[in-house]
C-alpha cells in the first residue's frame, strides 16, 4: 500500500518534473550524518550507529512488516536483563527519577545519575499535572492493571527496552543503552505498581 | 533592559498564575505573548548586530559589509528570507548563519576555529553571532520566505533534509518526528508543532532566530537544530553542516511563502 503509494508519487514526479533530486539512500544519510558530527562529552560517535531496530524503523517510516517487527521484538526482548531479587523498589525514590529530565545528554556529568524523564510523555501521578501526552496516561496504572509478577515484569521489561514490546516505539531503550541502573527501574515499577504510590490513589 | 523585560513578565506570569477565570485563559495567554513580545530587546540586538557587521575586524581589519549573502555583495534586503540557498563560490547550500561564517572567514581573514569559539551565547553574554544573525535577519521583514530550489544541490539539500526528519538515531533512538510529527502532543506543557506541516512550520520560520524570554537568551536556527540533536543525545552537530542547513533547508522550503516577521520573540 504504501509502496504503491510512493511509486505513484515517484512515477508522477518523473512525468511532470523530470531534473527533481533524487532521495539519498539510508545509508547515504548515515554516511553525511557521520561527517557531520562530533563527540562532545559523553556522547560519542558510536551514539549515531544504527542498530537494526533504528535501521528498519527508519526505512519504513516506523511501519515495520508484522513479521519482520516480530522478529526483531524476540531479539529485543532475549536481551532484557531482569534482577533476581524481586522487581519492585521504592516507589518514593520513583517518583523522583520519573520527574528528573536529566540525564545522558552531551552537557550533562555522567557521574551524576540520570532521570527518566518519564513525565515529558506521560501523565503519571493525578497529582502533577505538568505532563507530556507523546505517551500514553500511565494515572492509576497498577490500580488497573493490579500489581501481579506478570505485571512486574510487564512494566520492568517495558522501562529496560520498549522496543521488545513494540518496535518502532518513541519511548527510550533505558536498560538496554544503559541510561538508567538496575535499582532505578525497579524503583519506577514500584511507582506505577505500589498500592501506597500516588499514581494508583 | 533585560531586568524591565524580567519585571514585565513576571508581572504578566503572575497576573496568569492568580487568574481563576479557567475560560478565560487562553486570551489571557494571548496577552502575556504580545507583552513579553513588545517588551523584547529583540531591536537592541539588531542594533549592536549593526555595529558589528560595519566594525573592521579579523586579521585583514575590515567590516562584513561587502558579505555577499546571495543577492550580491552587501546586499541585506530580503536576503535572510531567500536562504538557505546554493553559493557557487563554495559548492554548498547555505543558510544566514553559515553565509556569515563564510563571510568572516574570506573577507577579515579569520579562522573557521577562532570565528566559532563561541558560536552560542548566553543570558551574560550573547554571542557576536546571534547579534550579526539579529541584525541581516531584520532586514528580512516584509519579505517572503522563499529558500533556493532551482539548483540541484538546493534539490538535494531539501531531500536529505526531509530524510533527516524522520531518521531513528542517538542513544534514545528519537527522530526529528518523534517529537515533531504528530499532531496536539506535548512535551512536560510545551506545545509540539508539527514541523514538516506547513501550517505549523509557517508562523516559526517567519519568526526565527528569535530571543527568548524564559532565559533572556538571543538564539539562532543553527542553535535550535543543534539543541534538539542535544536532547536527540546523539554527538554534536558541526556548526553549518551539509546536515544542519539540510534540516533548516527542509524546514524553511515547507513554510515557503510566509512573511518573514522576525527576529521573534518566543517564551
Not at chain 2, 67 to 75: A, E, I, M, S
Amino acid at each position: 500500500m504504501m509502496t504503491q503509494w510512493k511509486l505513484g508519487v515517484a512515477l508522477a514526479a518523473l512525468v511532470v518534473a523530470p531534473q527533481v533530486a533524487a532521495e539519498p539512500s539510508d545509508r547515504e544519510v548515515q554516511q553525511i550524518m557521520k561527517h557531520d558530527f562530533h563527540p562532545k562529552g559523553q556522547a560519542k560517535m558510536d551514539r549515531l550507529e544504527q542498530d537494526a531496530v533504528q535501521r528498519i524503523c527508519t526505512a519504513t517510516n516506523d511501519r515495520p512488516p508484522a513479521a519482520l517487527a516480530k522478529t526483531l521484538e524476540g531479539d529485543q526482548m532475549k536481551a532484557i536483563v531482569y534482577p533476581s531479587d524481586g522487581l519492585m523498589g521504592d516507589w518514593k525514590e520513583g517518583a523522583k527519577i520519573a520527574w528528573s529530565g536529566r540525564g545522558m545528554q552531551w552537557n550533562e556529568d555522567p557521574k551524576k545519575p540520570s532521570g527518566g524523564g518519564c513525565y515529558n510523555c506521560h501523565q503519571i501521578s493525578p497529582q502533577r499535572t505538568s505532563a507530556g501526552t507523546i505517551g500514553p496516561s500511565l494515572t492509576r496504572f497498577g490500580k488497573i492493571r493490579g500489581n501481579g509478577v506478570e505485571t512486574q515484569k510487564y512494566v520492568y521489561g517495558k522501562i529496560y527496552n520498549a522496543k521488545a514490546y513494540s518496535l518502532c516505539s518513541h519511548m527510550p531503550r533505558f536498560g538496554h543503552t544503559g541510561s538508567l541502573t538496575e535499582q532505578q527501574m525497579k524503583d519506577l515499577t514500584a511507582y506505577l505498581l505500589d498500592p501506597n504510590s500516588p499514581v494508583n490513589k | 533592559m533585560r531586568t524591565i523585560t524580567g519585571i514585565a513578565t513576571c508581572a504578566a506570569a503572575l497576573a496568569l498564575a492568580l487568574s481563576p477565570a479557567f475560560a478565560q485563559q487562553k486570551s489571557q495567554f494571548e496577552d502575556y505573548q504580545r507583552m513579553t513580545a513588545e517588551g523584547s530587546p529583540v531591536e537592541l540586538f539588531e542594533l549592536v548586530g549593526e555595529e558589528l557587521w560595519t566594525k573592521p575586524q579579523g586579521p585583514k581589519n575590515v567590516s562584513l559589509e561587502k558579505c555577499d549573502l546571495g543577492k550580491g555583495p552587501g546586499v541585506l534586503k530580503g536576503a535572510h528570507a531567500a536562504l538557505p540557498r546554493y553559493f557557487k563560490d563554495v559548492d554548498q547550500v547555505m543558510d544566514t548563519e553559515s553565509r556569515i561564517l563564510h563571510c568572516m572567514m574570506t573577507l577579515q581573514g579569520r579562522s573557521r576555529e577562532e570565528a566559532l569559539k563561541r558560536p552560542f551565547g548566553n543570558a551574560d553574554k550573547p554571542s557576536e553571532m546571534e547579534y550579526l544573525a539579529a541584525y541581516v535577519a531584520g532586514q528580512s521583514r516584509g519579505f517572503r520566505l522563499n529558500p533556493g530550489n532551482r539548483h540541484p544541490e538546493e534539490k538535494a539539500s531539501y531531500e536529505l533534509g526531509k530524510k533527516l526528519f524522520y531518521v531513528r538515531t542517538g542513544l534514545w533512538d528519537f527522530s526529528c518526528a518523534s517529537c515533531h510529527g504528530e499532531e496536539g502532543k506535548r512535551i512536560r506543557m510545551s506545545e509540539l508543532p508539527v514541523l514538516s506541516s506547513p501550517k505549523a512550520a509557517r508562523p516559526l520560520m517567519a519568526t526565527w532566530p528569535a530571543y527568548r524570554v524564559s532565559n533572556s537568551t538571543f538564539k539562532t536556527m543553527q542553535w535550535r537544530i543543534n539543541n534538539c540533536f542535544r536532547q536527540m543525545r546523539t554527538p554534536e552537530p558541526n556548526f553549518g553542516s551539509d546536515t544542519v542547513n539540510a534540516v533548516n533547508m527542509f524546514l524553511t522550503t515547507t513554510a515557503k511563502g510566509a512573511t518573514y516577521r522576525g527576529p521573534g520573540t518566543k517564551r
